[in-house]
């Protein structure tokens, strides 16, 4: 049935990737409701519901979400930022990107610190959190075991995000966390099959790219654990992504 959902809305997969989507969803809204609705991928949606049935102990009074988890933020926003996939044990909880776990932790407190959010924290989708000139996605919408979506996966993800990125019209900076997250907004815009292999914006920490349209891509490893706490991202590194975002859409 979700599937039906995804065509009432009067797209193919093929009308996306050929650039229609704003046509198809007229809103944000419209495709945050496709995908919260969305069964595209049986093992993602298997699991996401296995961890919500099985739970953490810490978290066993959570009622999870346990579903595909939309993007969301300022529909005005100047600043994307593109993660790679809800945690299992945190927006897969939460059902909002970035809560409940030790990226967002780090996440958000840099977006306060820059003015791009309206508390340093994030625990749960009521926690009166609002973002400001931001919005947040990510290349896969449901957790994925082992924190790694297939190819195909992404591939089947990527419409929403693409849809997105149409829809986000006033974006100037984009900040992507980890190498999937940054293919995966270039192929979303397309820039992946307009530039030639050489010139495409290749994924190295810190690094930033002026695309041909104006709008500056800036690289970030992914806040997760792994890289947080063996030092390959140091709180410094982190501030300097922010804190350039910031100058750049202050000039
Ligand atoms: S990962 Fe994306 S395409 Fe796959 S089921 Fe979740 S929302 Fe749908």
Known sequence: MPELLYLSEGMTVNSLRRGSSRGSFR????VNRAVITCARCPRLRAYCRRVARDKKPEFSEWDYWGRPVPAFGDPGARLLIV??????HGANRT???FTGDSSGNWL???LHRFGFASRPDAVSRTDGLELRDCYITAAARCAPPGNKPSRTE?????PYLSAELRLLERVRVVVTLGRIAHDAWLNAAGWWERLPPRE???FAPNAETRLPDGTVLVASYHPSRQNTNTGKLTRAMW?????RARVLLDR
């Open 239 to 243: 501030h300097a992504v922010f804190r």
């Open 95 to 97: 059902g909002r990107l």
């Open 154 to 158: 992404l591939e089947r993800c990527r």
């Open 108 to 110: 958000y407190e840099a």
């Open 200 to 202: 495409r914006p290749r």
């Open 27 to 30: 809103s944000l809204t419209a």
């Open 83 to 88: 993660g790679l996939a809800p945690a299992a």
